[in-house]
C-alpha cells in the first residue's frame, strides 16, 4: 500500500515524464480526457502541487473548494486505480 507521499511522488514523475515526452498522456486524475500536448496548456491540480490535469477535473477541484467537499482520496485517481 502506497502513502499518500508515495503517491504524490509518482503523480509528481509521471507529470515530469509528460512535459518530457511527445505529447500523449491520460489525465492521471480521471483517466477519461487526454491532457493536452502542449504541457503548459494544462491546468495544474490544486490538491497535488505541480501535478498536470484536465480542465474537467481542475473544474471539479474547484468546485469542491467553493463547495467545501472533500477531494478524491489519491488512491481513486484513475492513475493508481489502473495499477
Ligand atoms: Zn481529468
Not at 480542465?55 to 488512491?75: F, P
Request: charged share 25%; with cysteine.
Amino acid at each position: 500500500m502506497l502513502t499518500n507521499s508515495e503517491m504524490e511522488r509518482l503523480l509528481l514523475q509521471e507529470t515530469e515524464a509528460f512535459i518530457h515526452s511527445d505529447g500523449f498522456a491520460f489525465c492521471p486524475r480521471c483517466g477519461n480526457h487526454r491532457l493536452k500536448p502542449v504541457a503548459t496548456d494544462n491546468p495544474y491540480s490544486r490538491q497535488v502541487a505541480g501535478v498536470l490535469i484536465c480542465e474537467a477535473c481542475r473544474k471539479d477541484e474547484d468546485h469542491r473548494l467553493r463547495t467545501a467537499s472533500k477531494n478524491i482520496s489519491l488512491k481513486k485517481w484513475f492513475f493508481f486505480a489502473a495499477l
